[in-house]
T-cell receptor
Framework: QQQVKQSPQSLIVQKGGISIINCAYE??????FPWYQQFPGKGPALLIAIRPDVSEKKEGRFTISFNKSAKQFSLHIMDSQPGDSATYFCAASMTETSGSRLTFGEGTQLTVNP | KAGVTQTPRYLIKTRGQQVTLSCSPI?????VSWYQQTPGQGLQFLFEYFSETQRNKGNFPGRFSGRQFSNSRSEMNVSTLELGDSALYLC????????????FGPGTRLTVL
């Protein structure tokens, strides 16, 4: 019930292509869904986040699509660049009952080939 | 604004020892959360402190503890270290507990020999 499932585990995309990473959750009490980007030797950096009252949020080349009925959300990276090569994590939290506690997906290692 | 800082960045300890890690949140942030990151288990929530009180606790043994000071700085302590405690320990700060963006520090890499 507390898990967040992320796929794929790894993803290789050509420069200029679209990278798509998917996450699914079971607990309908989750109400905040952020995505983080992590480079080797660094802490995760917040990319973009969404709440269940909207179906899509876009910031620059990054878009979150959210499907409340399917309990799924995904990250789309448009015009992927080699500098986007990193590990991406989806996460979820129940802000009312669990404070700042984030439940993370397993991570996706993205490689963007030049 | 300075980001989240963690000290030390690297630590090597032996089994049975104890260790204290420190985290300074972004100025004005009152919530500090700690996470453990390992290749096998991924990112796992340890605990959250808000206004010097533990707000939430993850599924870790009592050897893992923490505290928060009046200036919002936080420390976590691991006693009787085990080999399996080798991990990247990450601290994240946010303005308040729940509902606000969390920003991570660079982490402390702990190696237990």
């Amino acid at each position: 019930q507390q898990q967040v499932k992320q796929s794929p585990q790894s993803l290789i995309v050509q420069k200029g292509g679209i990278s798509i990473i998917n996450c699914a959750y079971e607990n309908t009490a989750f109400d905040y869904f952020p995505w983080y980007q992590q480079f080797p030797g660094k802490g995760p950096a917040l990319l973009i986040a969404i709440r269940p009252d909207v179906s899509e949020k876009k910031e620059g080349r990054f878009t979150i699509s959210f499907n409340k009925s399917a309990k799924q959300f995904s990250l789309h990276i448009m015009d992927s660049q080699p500098g986007d090569s990193a590990t991406y994590f989806c996460a979820a939290s129940m802000t009312e009952t669990s404070g700042s506690r984030l439940t993370f997906g397993e991570g996706t290692q993205l490689t963007v080939n030049p | 604004k300075a980001g989240v800082t963690q000290t030390p960045r690297y630590l090597i300890k032996t089994r049975g020892q104890q260790v204290t890690l420190s985290c300074s949140p972004i100025s004005g942030h009152r919530s500090v959360s700690w996470y453990q990151q390992t290749p096998g288990q991924g990112l796992q929530f340890l605990f959250e402190y808000f206004s010097e009180t533990q707000r939430n606790k993850g599924n870790f043994p009592g050897r893992f503890s923490g505290r928060q000071f009046s200036n919002s700085r936080s420390e976590m302590n691991v006693s009787t270290l085990e080999l399996g405690d080798s991990a990247l320990y990450l601290c994240a700060s946010s303005l308040r507990s729940g509902g606000s963006e969390q920003f991570f520090g660079p982490g402390t890499r702990l190696t237990v020999l």
